[in-house]
């Protein structure tokens, strides 16, 4: 089967080293890749939401599916494109269509979606530039902290969390008035602040039937003792250690279940990921988003443990078969602790050569943002490498990962050393 990933991170990296496993690949093509990916399939350079360049590649390819990795492609609706046109709605496309990847692409739709569908969620409200002073009165009623969302996409960068109601006041009218985050604030939702611990669920859907992939808990702020700036990952865990029999019943029942029911009744065709962001409050899940493709760094822990032939799952799915489906887990632990550019998550260096990969032993390095620069392996981007390992707990796990990383070097390389401390 020749198969197209599209996307370029630790998360693209992760699948096509999954999907290299199987007998039932020829061909893979990864677009745009990383320094990473180009040794386990071939890099096709293009823009991922280029979509008549997506269609060239396709088609002189003779691509049989299409796996979306970021959520831009899909919120722009790179799944449409397939369906309309005549010469490529025939090739599956894991990941949803325009409409339904709202669910990632507006905060306040999937907001909407989860009060409908009855599913736990933080109580809210969502405003715009024209409702601004409404907006405030609204933070005045709440308690401390504030929560304030960009209802469109940010780059993983549109959620403020403020213990000062001048401050979230001030942020709000940065956030609207002064598009802070552009096109993506022109609506703000304000939510309650909930306390508690927080972790993520995984379901890969067909459309009627749903498995549930591992779970997984990662690690966003940059500083030790979750401190510091927002990153898109420093590091994930799976399973979740805290995450019993009766809570992931829990999170099936009052969660899993009313999203797959609630997009069918909603008359929402979904194919592919869903991540859902939850939050434990005295022991019961909220929802705190969702995503509409795989997390990361949380892929690169919960696709090493998928015993079952990747090529396979997503026929499955392709074919509305996941219902037949015997999904193999591999009991061990997972982890994985990111390397990142110095001076990440604001400015930082790249060209960085990147030393040690070759040293590393019983574990797997995802390469995230890497290029190959003079037959060189040079850092890319701002989060690097993904160092994942098994253990027969967490504990064995990161241990191997931190043994590994002692062995990898780039200029200013940064990492937590601290990953799973909550646990």
Not at 172 to 190: D, Q, R, W
């Amino acid at each position: 089967m020749n198969i197209l990933i599209l996307g370029s991170g630790g998360r693209e990296c992760a699948f096509a080293w999954k999907f290299a496993q199987s007998e039932k690949i020829e061909k893979l093509l990864i677009a745009p890749g990383n320094a990473g990916t180009a040794k386990i399939g071939e890099n096709i350079l293009l823009n991922v939401n280029d979509f008549e360049a997506i269609k060239n590649v396709v088609l002189k390819n003779n691509i049989q599916m299409v796996v979306v990795g970021p959520e831009d492609p899909l919120v722009n609706g790179v799944h449409d494109f397939f369906l309309n046109d005549n010469s490529l709605k025939h090739i599956p496309v894991i990941g949803p269509q325009k409409y339904a990847a709202q669910l990632e692409g507006s905060k306040e739709f999937a907001k909407e979606f989860m009060i409908r569908h009855e599913i736990p969620t933080a109580k809210y409200e969502s405003f715009t530039k024209e409702t601004l002073e409404n907006g405030f009165k609204f933070l005045e009623k709440l308690e401390p902290p504030y929560v304030l969302k960009a209802d469109g996409l940010a780059a993983g960068k549109g959620v403020l969390i403020l213990n000062d109601l001048k401050d979230a006041k001030n942020e709000l009218e940065e956030m609207l008035a002064n598009e802070k985050f552009g096109e993506a604030s022109t609506k703000v939702v304000i939510e309650e602040f909930l306390d508690g611990i927080e972790m993520s669920s995984f379901v890969l859907t067909d459309g009627d039937n749903y498995v549930i992939l591992p779970n997984a808990k990662d690690y966003k702020r940059i500083g030790e003792g979750d401190k510091g700036l927002n990153t898109g990952g420093m590091g994930a865990i799976s399973p979740v250690p805290f995450a019993d029999e009766i809570l992931l019943e829990k999170i099936e029942e009052r969660v899993i279940k009313p999203t797959i029911d609630g997009l069918k009744k909603d008359g929402i065709p979904y194919v592919g990921f869903i991540f859902i962001g939850l939050i434990m409050v005295e022991n019961e899940p909220l929802v705190i988003e969702y995503n509409v493709r795989m997390g990361d760094p949380e892929t690169e822990v919960v696709i090493p443990r998928i015993k079952s032939d990747f090529v396979e799952l997503l026929n499955a799915t392709a074919n509305r078969k996941l219902g037949e489906f015997n999904l193999k887990i591999d009991n061990r632990s997972a982890t994985t602790v990111m390397l990142v550019s110095g001076g990440y998550p604001e400015n930082y260096e790249k060209g960085k050569e990147i030393f040690g990969i070759e040293d590393v032993e019983d574990s797997v390095v995802f390469q995230a943002g890497t290029s190959i620069a003079n037959d060189k392996i040079v850092t890319n981007g701002g989060r690097v490498l993904a160092v994942t390992s098994y253990g027969d707990n967490f504990h064995e796990a990161l241990k191997l990962s931190y043994k590994n990383i002692g062995k990898i070097k780039f200029d200013k390389m940064n990492y937590r050393s601290d990953i799973g401390f909550d646990l």
